[in-house]
């Protein structure tokens, strides 16, 4: 079993920016998910709100409910990601994940500064970025920022080349 959960949330609006959920059966409703994130907000927030001093480069472990989370202030931004407890990636591992993701997103954004806005400007690379790291059963199949690049950079050029044989011909 992979991770449960990513969130990358600003920690001044405390709005998701991009939130994925990997082993959620159909069962649960949009109320449990909303539990569920209400749970890990709530439960972790004197952790990395904007009132706290939070020292960067300090990650967090906690246990809520059934899931460990592993989170991270950097900058502007929180980087949440649960895993069931008793599953396949320890809180070791975690840690590792989420400062790798840490470096790619830091990269992207302009001076290594990762806010909100940043986030938003390259959202379509964050995503491919994310997705590169981390397939859809929740299984982080990637952890080298490099081949990350890599590999986003591969699909970007794909969707653009296909986008392009989609438009109509100029005559």
């Given at each position: 079993?992979?991770?449960?959960?990513?969130y990358v949330v600003s920690?001044?609006?405390k709005a998701i920016l991009y939130s994925r959920l990997?082993?959620?059966?159909?069962?649960?409703?949009n109320e449990e998910v909303g539990e569920w994130q209400l749970d890990l907000f709530s439960k972790t927030q004197v952790l990395w709100n904007t009132n706290v001093n939070v020292e960067e480069d300090w990650v967090r472990?906690?246990?809520i409910k059934d899931k460990l989370?592993?989170?991270?202030?950097?900058?502007?931004?929180v980087i949440f990601l649960a895993v069931k407890d008793g599953g396949d990636y320890d809180e070791i591992y975690c840690f590792l994940v989420i400062k790798r993701l840490a470096t790619v997103l830091k990269q992207l954004c302009?001076?290594?500064?990762?806010?909100?806005e940043q986030i938003l400007i390259n959202?379509?690379?964050v995503c491919i970025c994310i997705d590169?790291?981390?397939?859809?059963?929740g299984n982080v199949v990637e952890i080298q920022p490099d081949n990350i690049f890599a590999q986003s950079e591969l699909r970007i050029e794909d969707s653009l080349l296909f986008n392009s044989s989609k438009s109509p011909s100029k005559s």
């Open positions: 079993m992979g991770l449960h959960s990513l920690r001044g609006s990997y082993n959620v059966t159909n069962e649960q409703t472990v906690a246990m989370v592993v989170l991270d202030v950097i900058h502007e931004v302009k001076k290594n500064v990762v806010t909100e959202y379509a690379t590169e790291m981390i397939y859809p059963g």
